[in-house]
């Protein structure tokens, strides 16, 4: 049995706590490759519900669809050769939709076994240099820019 090539539209999804932990995981095979959530849009659901599944498949977290921030951003970047046998013949190229999801506190993830070997929250700054795509990083720094300047304020008109 084959399965259906993969669809050149994906969600990356930055899941970090309100103090800016973020958590990454690191991808089978001993790759030292670490990343956010990531995954395929399935058939023609919207972009939200492939974030939302990705999260549980790759976390084992259910999470409320209020609680996903949809950044209205994309990234275009080149499929790695080593996953192009994954979609069609001659897609050479990935749209990457980008969400965030904060929760209050870091959780422990179940993670699927054919996918990720390790997890880890760290620190924001850590976590946008241990993920390997220029993506996430830049993703990771984005999410970190507002939630440092919600604290900041946050902070002021408290004070």
Same mark, same amino acid.
Request: hydrophobic residues 50%; without cysteine; positive net charge.
């Given at each position: 049995m084959s399965l259906a090539p993969k669809q050149p539209v994906s969600?990356?999804?930055v899941i970090h706590t309100a103090d800016l932990h973020v958590l990454v995981m690191e991808r089978v095979g001993g790759s030292g490759l670490w990343q956010s959530v990531t995954g395929s849009r399935e058939g023609d659901e919207p972009l939200a519900t492939t974030a939302l599944r990705e999260v549980a498949e790759e976390t084992g977290l259910t999470a409320a669809p209020a609680m996903l921030l949809d950044w209205k951003l994309t990234n275009r970047? !080149?499929?790695? !050769? %080593?996953? %192009? =046998? %994954?979609?069609?013949? =001659?897609?050479?190229?990935n749209t990457e939709h980008l969400f965030s999801l904060c929760l209050p506190a870091t959780f422990t993830p179940v993670l699927a076994p054919e996918e990720h070997a390790a997890a880890c929250w760290l620190p924001w700054q850590e976590a946008a240099t241990r993920v390997f795509s220029w993506t996430n990083r830049d993703a990771i720094r984005l999410v970190a820019r507002r939630f440092n300047a919600v604290g900041q304020a946050t902070q002021q008109s408290s004070s």
């Open positions: 969600a990356l999804v970047f !080149p499929i790695l !050769p %080593r996953w %192009r =046998g %994954r979609y069609a013949a =001659g897609v050479t190229h």
